[in-house]
C-alpha cells in the first residue's frame, strides 16, 4: 500500500538475469534495466514489468515458475543474489517485496542449479524428480471408503502438530538449490517424518523409507552433510530435526524391515 | 544387491558410516589426549617413555591400532566417496551464491578440513609413530629398565618453531573439524531432540576446543618453556 | 434442449442411497478396459482420478503445473466442512445441507446439497486415513472452528493451510495410482479442446507448455476440474494461471454455461496498492472469528487507528447482523464493506478499505493463543503489507474470489455433453448463488472421492469398452483447428501486451460486473468487451513461435476465453432481475440495502448454450424445486 511507506521511492535497478533457450542449448547471464519500481510491488511484480517492457521491445519475455503468488503452491524458484528466494528468509521468492532492496541494487537471478533439476528455459527448471520420490512411498496406501471414523485414532496433539509441521513442506526445491551437495535430504524427510510420526503412517513406514531414499539416491540428489543450508532456506521452516528423523527411520528400516 | 550393501551404498548408509567412525575416532582423541598429558609431568619423560613403551607393546592396543586404522581409511573414503558424487550434483555453479548467509564455513568445509588433518597427520605419525615403530631407538635406563626415549624426540620436535606452527595449524583444523563432526555424527544416527540436542551441540562445542587445545599446548609449552622463556 | 437434472425419486434423504443402488456398475475386470481423462489435478481432479484408478479404470490426469500437488486448492486456507457433530452442538447433515442451501440465497439444488452434506462426513474419514494432520484438541481428537453463515462448529482445519493438506493427501492417493501405473500423469500439459465422437465426448486435445507439442488423448469419458473463472477479473485471489480454457472450449462443445454471473467476492482480501498488482491475497475467514470489521463513524476521519476512540469506531458488521456479527456471509460481509467504503469511510489511503481489528482477541485470549490459531496469516499479511497486524488492525478489501457458476451438470455430475462431466469450482451444481466459507473443499472432495466414482460407472457400463483411436478425424480436425488458432495469435504482431488486454478486461468486469451491477452498466460492459475483443485480435502482441515454453502465447489463449466468458456473465447478470447471494444488482434490493430476490421469476438455473461467435447465446432454464426448505428471505440480524 503506498500509504504504509509514505517514503518510499520508486526505485531503479539492475537485473542479471539467467537467460536460456531451451534445456539443450546453453544459457548465459543477461543484463537488463528496470526503472520505477515500487516498494510495494512483489519481486514477482517486478519481473512482470520487466517481462512487459522486453515484450514491447520485442525481446522474448524471461520465463520463470510461478503460480499462486501467495507462498504456498510451491512453483515459484529463483536463486536471488546468491539465495534461494532472496535474502529474506522464511519467505518464497513470490512473497518476497522490492522494500527489501534499494534503488541503484543490482539484483542477480538464477535457476535452481542441481543436476536433477535441468532447466528448461531461462529461469524454469524440471522439478517432476520430486514427484517421482513422492511416487515412491509419499502415501499411506488407502483407498477411498472403508476407512474408520476419523476420531477412532486419537492423536496427542503435540504428535499432531509436529506432523503439521513437516507436512507444511512446499516442494519448492529451496533445499536442494541452498545445498552445497545437492541433496534433496529435507524434502524427503519431511514427508517421511509426517507419515511416520501419524499412527496411520506407520503401517508403512519401513517400506516407505527405503524406498523414498533408493528414489532419492537414483534421481542424483546429492548426500547431506548436515551443513543446514536447507532448512536456513526453506521458506516454511522445515526443521532438520526431520532429517535426524530420516536417519532413524532408514537406519531402524535397513535392519529391521522384511525387505531383504 | 543384499541389503547389506544397499544400505552401505545408500547415501544416508555412507554418511552413518562417516559418523560412527568420526565418533569412533572422537573416542581416540580422547584416549591419545589423555595419555600425552604426561608430557607435562616433570620427571624428565620418564612417566611418559613407559606409557609410549606400553601403547607400542601391549597387544590388546596393537589390536586397537588395526581397528583404528580401519576407523581412520573408513572415515576417509566414505567421505571421499559422498564429495565426489556431491561435486557432481551440481555441474553448472551459481554465477553469484552467498551461502555465508546460510551456514557455517566449517560445515560447508568439513573436507578441506579433513584433507588438511589428513595432511598433519602424516607429518605426525612419520615423526613420531614411525619413528618410534620402526627407527633406531634410542634406549634409556628408567627405574632400571631401558626405555625408548620418545619423550626426547617429542621435545627436540616442539623446539622447531614451523614444527609447532604445523602442530597449531593442524589443531586448529581438526577443532574446526569437531565443530561441526561432533554433533553431525550424533544428528546422523537420528538423534536429535529438543531435550538432549542442544546438550550434545553445548558438548560438542567445548570437545572441539578443549581436545586441540589440548593436543596444541604440547608444541607450545615446549616451545615456550624451552625456547621463548631461555 | 430440455434439462434434465436426473434427481432420483423419493425422499431427500434416501435419494443418494437409492440411486447409489439404482446406478449401472462396471464388472471389475472389466474396468480396465475403460479409460477416463481428468483434467486438473486440485482437490476435484485428484480425487477422482485417485479413486477411478484404485476402482480399476486407466486414468490419465492433466495439468498445466509442473507438478499435480500445485493446484490452487492448495492455498485455500480456512478449512473444510463436514456434519460430523464432533461439538455436540447440534450440527447434522440436514443443518448443513439447509445452511449451505441459506447461504446460498436458494439458487441451488436441494438434492445436490443434500448429497453434499452426506458424504461430508467420509471426507474427513478419508482424509485423516491418508495421514492429513488435522487440528487437534489435547485429549488426540479433531478439533473444530466455525466460519461465516454457521452457528455450530463443523470446520475441520490444518491452521490456515487447510486447503494444502487436503490437497497433499489427494496428491498422495494421485502419487500411489502414478507409481501403480494405473495414472499416467501429465504435468505442464493444458487441454485445448473437447473432441466428441457420434455426439459423446471422447477425448481432448492438449499442448504441451514446455514443447509446444500438440496432441490428442482418447478416453471413454472426460472429467473437467479445472476450477473456476475469477481470473476473468485480472485480479483475483486464484492463482496466477487459473483459467477458464477448458471448461469454455467444452462450453463451444455444446456444454452448457450455467449461472455465469454468481462470482464470490470474498470479504478479507488485502486491499490493492497499485496498478501493477498482479493478484490478490486472501486473508483466510476464519479470522472473522475473533477480528472485529470496523471503519471511522464519520467520513473523511484520517486518524490512525490508533487514534480513533472506541465510541467514534463503527463495528458496522456488529451493529447491523447482531446474531451472526462479523460472522455474516461472505457476500454479506463483502457488500456492507463496499457499501461504508462508498460513503467514504473507507481506510488507507485508497480509502478502499476496513480494518480488520484483533486487538480485543488479544487482549482476550493473549498474544500466544491468536498467534497459535493465525501466526501464518499474520505473517503473510505482514510480508506483503509491511505492517504488523498484532499491533495495528489489518486493512482489508473484498476481492474475486470463487465461481459459484461453471458448467452445467445433472445430479451425476455430467454435462449436456454426453461423457464429458465436470466437478468442483468447474461445475455450478451445490453452492447456488453464494457459497459459505470451508464448502469448497468439501465440494471437491465430496464430487471427486465419492459422487463420481458411483456416476460415471453408470454412463460406462452402457457403452461398449471400444477405443476410439486418435487418429480419428475428429481428433485430427481439432488439432488442426487448434494450430490454426496458435498460428492466427502469432501472426497478429500487434501493439498491446496480452496482460493489457487482461487488464482492461479485469476493470470492465469489476466496475460494471462486480460486488454490484445495474441494467445500465452491464450493457455498458457488453459493448466494451467486444470492443475490446475485437481489438484483442487485431493488435495483440505474442512474440516466439509455438514450439518452445512461450509464456505470452500461453495467456494469449487463455485471455482470448476470457474475453468471450466475460460477455457471457454480462449477460447471465442482465438476464437475472434480481438480486441473490453473490448477484447484486442495485435496482433490486431491500430499503436496509440487503439483496432483494424474486422466487417468483428467478428460481432458476441459468443455463447458457453457445450458438456461434459473436452470436447471442440461448438461455435454458432448469427450475428449481425447493420441497424440503422454505424460501424465506436471507435474516443474518
Known sequence: MAGNNPNSKPMNLTLKVWRQKNFQSAGKMETYQVKDISPEMSFLEMMDVLNEDLLRQGIDPVAFDHDCREGICGMCSLYINGRAHGPERGTTTCQLHMRKFSDGDTITIEPWRAGPFPVLKDLCVDRSAMDRIQQAGGYISVNTGGVPDANEIPIPKAIADKAFDAATCIQCGACVAACKNGSAMLFVSAKVSQLALLPQGKVERKTRVENMVAQMDKEGFGACTNIGSCAAECPVGISLENIAMLNREYINASFTSENV | ?230 | MILDSKIPEGPLAEKWDKHKFNVKLVNPANKRKYDIIVVGTGLAGASAAATLAELGYNVKAFCYQDSPRRAHSIAAQGGINAAKNYQNDGDSVYRLFYDTIKGGDYRAREANVYRLAQVSVNIIDQCVAQGVPFAREYGGLLANRSFGGAQVSRTFYARGQTGQQLLLGAYSALNRQIAYGKVKMYPRTEMLDLVMVDGKARGIVTRHLITGKIESHSAHAVILATGGYGNVFFLSTNAMGSNATAAWRAYKKGALFANPCFTQIHPTCIPVSGGYQSKLTLMSESLRNDGRVWVPKAVGDNRAPQDIPENERDYFLERKYPSFGNLVPRDVASRNAKLVCDEGRGVGTTKLAVYLDFADAIKREGLDKISQKYGNLFEMYEKITGENPYTQPMRIYPAVHYTMGGLWVDYNLMTTVPGLYATGECNFSDHGANRLGASALMQGLADGYFVIPYTIGDYLAQMPATRVETTHPAFQEAEAKLRADVDRLLSINGNRTVDEFHKALGQIMWDYCGMARNAEGLQFAKQEIRKLRDEFWKNVKIVGVNEELNITLEKAGRVADFLELGELMVDDALNRNESCGGHFREEYQTPENEALRDDENYTYVAAWQYTGENQQPMLHKEELKFENVKLTQRSYK
Open chain 2, 1 to 230: 544387491m543384499s541389503w547389506f550393501s544397499k544400505t552401505f551404498s545408500s547415501s544416508i548408509g555412507r554418511k552413518l558410516l562417516v559418523a560412527v567412525t568420526g565418533l569412533f575416532l572422537c573416542s581416540f582423541l580422547v584416549v591419545h589426549l589423555v595419555g600425552n598429558l604426561q608430557l607435562f609431568k616433570d620427571d624428565g619423560g620418564a612417566s611418559f617413555n613407559i606409557y609410549s613403551h606400553f601403547m607400542a607393546t601391549n597387544p590388546l592396543i596393537r589390536t586397537m591400532e588395526i581397528v583404528l586404522l580401519l576407523g581412520f581409511l573408513f572415515h576417509i573414503y566414505e567421505a571421499l566417496v559422498l564429495t565426489r558424487r556431491n561435486k557432481s550434483v551440481r555441474p553448472v555453479q551459481y554465477a553469484y551464491n552467498r551461502p555465508q548467509d546460510n551456514s557455517n564455513w566449517s560445515s560447508r568445509n568439513m573436507g578441506l578440513l579433513g584433507t588438511v588433518i589428513l595432511v598433519f597427520l602424516i607429518i605426525h605419525l612419520y615423526n613420531f609413530f614411525w619413528r618410534a615403530r620402526f627407527g633406531e631407538p634410542n634406549m634409556i635406563p628408567i627405574e632400571g629398565t631401558e626405555y625408548d626415549d620418545l619423550y626426547s624426540v617429542v621435545v627436540q620436535s616442539f623446539h622447531l618453531w614451523w614444527y609447532v606452527l604445523i602442530y597449531v595449524l593442524g589443531q586448529i583444523a581438526l577443532g574446526y573439524h569437531l565443530y561441526h563432526g561432533f554433533s553431525s555424527a550424533f544428528h546422523t544416527l537420528g538423534l536429535n531432540h529438543k531435550k538432549y540436542t542442544p546438550g550434545i551441540q553445548k558438548f560438542g562445542a567445548f570437545f572441539s576446543i578443549v581436545v586441540p587445545a589440548g593436543f596444541a599446548s604440547m608444541p607450545l609449552y615446549f616451545f615456550i618453556k624451552d625456547v621463548v622463556l631461555s
